[in-house]
T-cell receptor, first 114, second 114 residues
């Protein structure tokens, strides 16, 4: 069955630095990949979707890459701020397609220190 | 409304009682999903509804769990004979359909079974 791994449970960085979070998957080829942000006591908030034919996508200080050969997505936050502290989740559709419910990774908790 | 609304926000119930959790999705969103998140765990898929199609119930953990969606809008997740292991945050999300864009999540219902 498909498996999603986010490289670390927690990542601590200094304000102003670039945070890089990793999402790896195995056993299938998803049509797209999504990233979400979750704050304590809240539901996840959708950030970005990147499709299999897109290498990179940007939104303000966020950049996502999608390497279908390595089966990996990298999520970058440039010029990080304490307000970026949250848990970031990657999510993929099941079974190598684009239909159905998303499968979520367990997330990486990012802490940005001032 | 502007977002996905869930009620109640918190529910404490005695073991063995039945509970009903409600989700009011974004108007016009044809897809509706239920997930649960236990402390420190990832999002676990429970069930999704897409338009008038039969729901995908493949994630429901036992026959004590059921859900319905009336009129293609509001959904109710029912847990019968609650057990302590049912304690979790139950999250509802909606999307335009099951193959496009990101999900919009509600803030969840925190269920505690005592």
């Amino acid at each position: 069955s498909q498996k999603i791994e986010q490289n670390s449970e927690a990542l601590n960085i200094q304000e102003g630095k670039t945070a890089t979070l990793t999402c790896n998957y195995t056993n299938y080829s998803p049509a797209y990949l999504q990233w979400y942000r979750q704050d304590p006591g809240r539901g996840p908030v959708f950030l970005l979707l990147i499709r299999e034919n897109e290498k990179e996508k940007r939104k303000e200080r966020l950049k996502v890459t999608f390497d279908t050969t390595l089966k990996q997505s990298l999520f970058h936050i440039t010029a990080s701020q304490p307000a970026d502290s949250a848990t970031y989740l990657c999510a993929l559709p099941p079974y190598g397609g684009s239909q159905g419910n998303l499968i979520f990774g367990k997330g990486t908790k990012l802490s940005v220190k001032p | 409304g502007a977002g996905v609304s869930q009620s109640p926000s918190n529910k404490v119930t005695e073991k063995g009682k039945d509970v009903e959790l409600r989700c009011d999705p974004i108007s016009g969103h044809t897809a509706l999903y239920w997930y649960r998140q236990s402390l420190g765990q990832g999002l676990e898929f429970l069930i999704y509804f897409q338009g008038n199609s039969a729901p995908d119930k493949s994630g429901l953990p036992s026959d004590r769990f059921s859900a319905e969606r009336t009129g293609g809008s509001v959904s109710t997740l029912t847990i019968q004979r609650t057990q302590q292991e049912d304690s979790a945050v139950y999250l509802c999300a909606s999307s335009l359909d099951i193959s496009s864009g990101g999900y919009t999540f509600g803030s969840g219902t925190r269920l505690t079974v005592v």
